[in-house]
């Protein structure tokens, strides 16, 4: 926990652990998370697995609050556009405005407007980004696409998005630039060795 808070400046301020505000007033140290991960006396081990699929279910949850907030109707689906906005939502901003725009189209695209994406779909979405160095290869090698499966809607949408001049071809460069620009935002700040551990949890 001290090497953690070394590593930003509001961390520095509260190198004793001790929380300020609100209603809480004890030490980061004895929160939640740490005595889940190291027992009530903070003794026990941290195991592989356990650690593995505490992640797994972070990002899961993290997924279900991303599309939570574009299902704000509980429809239990999210439209055409707003998939759209959830993949461009960390694009360059010199690119972003041409992006808006075409998501925009989507409502005038009598075949896309009505499309509807499940939780599922998004989900495999998301596996898709975590895995895009193999696609950027399997795009250019017209191989298998890394295991993830995708819709035909997800497909639509995704040609409508970044087939930038219209021949019916993606725009590859584009569509890997603008998912790895998001995945490496969720990712951040990526650390090597124990600092970057750390960070990461």
């Known amino acids: ?3 953690m808070r070394a590593q930003n400046r509001q961390g520095a301020q509260h190198r004793d652990g001790l929380r300020t505000g609100f209603k809480v007033n004890g030490s980061v140290d004895n ?15 941290l195991q592989h697995d356990k650690f593995a699929q505490f992640m797994r279910d972070l990002h899961d949850e993290i997924l279900k609050l991303e599309f939570a907030h574009y299902d704000y109707k ?8 707003d998939f759209a906005l959830s993949m461009v939502a960390s694009a360059d901003l010199s690119q972003l405005g041409r992006l808006l725009d075409r998501a925009d ?3 005038n695209a009598p075949h896309l407007r009505d499309m509807r994406i499940t939780f599922e779909e998004f989900k495999n979405f998301a596996e898709l980004r975590k895995k895009l160095q193999p696609f950027s290869l399997a795009l250019s090698s017209f191989g298998k696409v890394c295991g993830v499966s995708l819709s035909d809607n997800m497909v ?13 071809n ?8 603008v ?13 090597e060795g124990v600092l970057g551990f750390f960070s990461c949890c």
């Open 74 to 81: 509980l429809r239990g689906t999210i439209s055409a556009k």
């Open 31 to 45: 929160g939640g998370l740490v005595e889940y991960f190291f027992g009530e006396d903070g003794k026990e081990c």
């Open 105 to 107: 189209e989507l409502n």
């Open 170 to 177: 993606l725009s590859s460069d584009e569509f890997v630039r």
């Open 179 to 191: 998912l790895y620009k998001r995945e490496r935002d969720i990712a951040q700040p990526m650390e």
């Open 156 to 168: 639509e949408i995704i040609f409508h998005m970044f087939d930038t001049n219209r021949d019916g």
């Open 1 to 3: 926990m001290g090497l």
